[in-house]
């Protein structure tokens, strides 16, 4: 079956550790992103790619660093540097084109502490 | 810049009872919009979309029309289930002068359906 696949999907970490989360898809999707969720906070833009080996920064990148090596595959650190890393963080893949839809995967939930 | 403003929640409704949730976007040109729901626990899923003006999306019994002259894309549904209880988010995709590939969402509208 194809889809995108997060993992984990609970992660304990302790203060001042980097962690990856991982993030693979084979519905051959050339865009990939990363969103952080926080209660009542909705979705936040973190990172996102357009294309192997290239991405752009979203709305809250500070503290996080990605890459895009492969197109399946697009891993997200959490460095030590983010100030509040606990949160939900959802994966996303997409066609090219803006009336096309994401599919998500099912999420990390990471608690740092 | 584009932007989507959904109404705040938490919604509260009776098994049965007929579903609005309020949907405004900021946007120049034609962009696409979405309504994704999002289930206990799990990622997004998408609920339905629409790529132009005067289109209306459907899905398992909720609708939402492409407003370009109001700049709304409200999501109903005429009898909701407990089932149906989740959180949904408005979204939206292109049009003129927007970043390529970005998709903007809104907060997100928890609706909680009670027997």
């Known amino acids: 079956d194809g889809g995108i696949t997060q993992s984990p999907k609970y992660l304990f970490r302790k203060e001042g550790q980097n962690v990856t989360l991982s993030c693979e898809q084979n519905?051959?999707?050339?865009?990939m992103y990363w969103y952080r969720q926080d209660p009542g906070q909705g979705l936040r833009l973190i990172y996102y790619?357009?294309?192997?080996?290239?991405?752009q920064k979203g709305d809250i990148a500070e503290g996080y660093s990605v890459s895009r090596e492969k197109k399946e595959s697009f891993p997200l650190t959490v460095t030590s540097a983010q100030k509040n890393p606990t949160a939900f963080y959802l994966c996303?893949?997409?066609?090219?084109?803006?009336?096309?839809?994401?599919?998500f995967g099912q999420g990390t939930r990471l608690t740092v502490v | 810049g584009n932007s989507v403003t959904q109404m705040e929640g938490p919604v509260t409704l009776s098994e049965e009872a007929f579903l609005t949730i309020n949907c405004t976007y900021t946007?120049?040109?034609?962009?696409?919009l979405f309504w994704y729901v999002q289930y206990p626990g799990e990622g997004l899923q998408l609920l339905l979309k629409?790529?132009?003006?005067?289109d209306k999306g459907s899905n398992k019994g909720f609708e939402a029309t492409y407003r370009k002259e109001t700049t709304s894309f409200h999501l109903e549904k005429g009898s909701v289930q407990v089932s149906d209880s989740a959180v949904y988010f408005c979204?939206?995709?292109?049009?003129?002068?927007?970043?390529?590939?970005?998709?903007?969402f809104g907060r997100g509208t928890q609706l909680t359906v009670w027997p």
């Open positions: 996303a893949s997409r066609p090219q084109g803006s009336n096309t839809e994401a599919f």
């Open positions: 519905l051959n999707h050339d865009a």
């Open positions: 790619s357009q294309i192997v080996n290239d991405f």
């Open positions: 946007a120049t040109g034609y962009p696409s």
């Open positions: 629409a790529t132009k003006a005067d």
């Open positions: 979204a939206l995709s292109g049009g003129r002068g927007s970043t390529l590939g970005r998709l903007y």
